[in-house]
């Protein structure tokens, strides 16, 4: 399985930007769709976009046009660009490993990291 770590975490007003970083290790990078997901207080997890290893990427309507993620497979890193914050996007938000050589095995998850958008 591969390790994740994530950082780029913190708060912000609303309207400003934050960008988040996971740093992958442990397993080829290039055998994962990468993606993030956030858990707001008292919410379930939810997906906020991916990146297949082609590049191919996928957003929650509510991010869209907002958050760009990207990846760079020879860094091994899947980074999320937040602009225009909104209150509601305030959550923990976790990087996401899922395995396209062996779908069947249990995806791996960072620790998460805290954003927090307020005034």
């Known amino acids: 399985q591969v390790q994740l770590v994530e950082s780029g975490g913190g708060l912000v007003q609303p309207g400003g930007s934050l960008r988040l970083s996971c740093a992958a290790s442990?397993?080829?990078?290039?055998?994962?769709?990468m993606g993030w997901y956030r858990q707001a207080p008292g919410k379930q997890r939810e997906l906020v976009a991916t990146i297949s290893n082609g590049g191919r990427t996928s957003y929650a309507d509510s991010v869209k046009g907002r958050f760009t993620i990207s990846r760079d497979n020879a860094k091994m890193t899947v980074n999320l660009q937040m602009n225009s914050l909104k209150s509601e996007d305030t959550a923990v938000y976790y990087c996401?490993?899922?395995?396209?050589?062996?779908?069947?095995?249990?995806?791996?998850w960072g620790q998460g990291t805290q954003v927090t958008v307020s005034s």
């Open positions: 996401n490993a899922h395995s396209v050589v062996r779908p069947s095995d249990d995806d791996s």
């Open positions: 442990g397993s080829i990078f290039y055998f994962y769709t």
